[in-house]
């Protein structure tokens, strides 16, 4: 895996930077720009744990759905909350989008250099490391521009 594809994700939440209060709750609860706002913060929020994590302390615990999803290559709608620290504010400006964005294309370049057992534990899916984080951020991040590609329609 590489982080082509994750930037070419990246571009396509900030295309939709200037649609960021734009709703349809037969799709999500949230807008346009929650989910821009979310995405980013998971980057940004996993690179900063994967840089902190004890490369020692990784274990190969990697669960049955995880494996599954990320065959499959998709996360199903609607099964899970965003943990508190990955939830946007109740007020999202264009100008603190495009400063996460701007973040998180930094992060993504600091991947590589991490040690190959960095990582961060998962609530479903175990220890995820640097070998399967691009896997993913790009599964994550997809499933929110698809989100926001069918609030848009």
Known sequence: M???KLYELIN???????QHDVANPKISKAT???HIDHSCKVINQVVLTLQSSDP???KNDFSFLGKLFFTLGFFPRGKAKAPKNVKPPE???????IK??????????IIPDLDKNAFFKHPLFGDVNKKRIYRFLELH?????????????
Request: no cysteine; aromatic share 4%.
């Open 2 to 4: 590489s982080s082509k």
């Open 12 to 18: 396509k939440l900030e295309n939709h930077i200037n």
């Open 32 to 34: 346009v720009g929650w």
């Open 56 to 58: 020692a302390l990784y």
């Open 91 to 97: 007020t999202i400006s264009q100008k603190d989008l």
């Open 100 to 109: 996460q964005l701007q973040e998180a294309r930094t992060n993504i370049a």
């Open 141 to 153: 991040t997809n499933h929110h521009v698809k989100i926001i590609r069918d609030i848009l329609k």
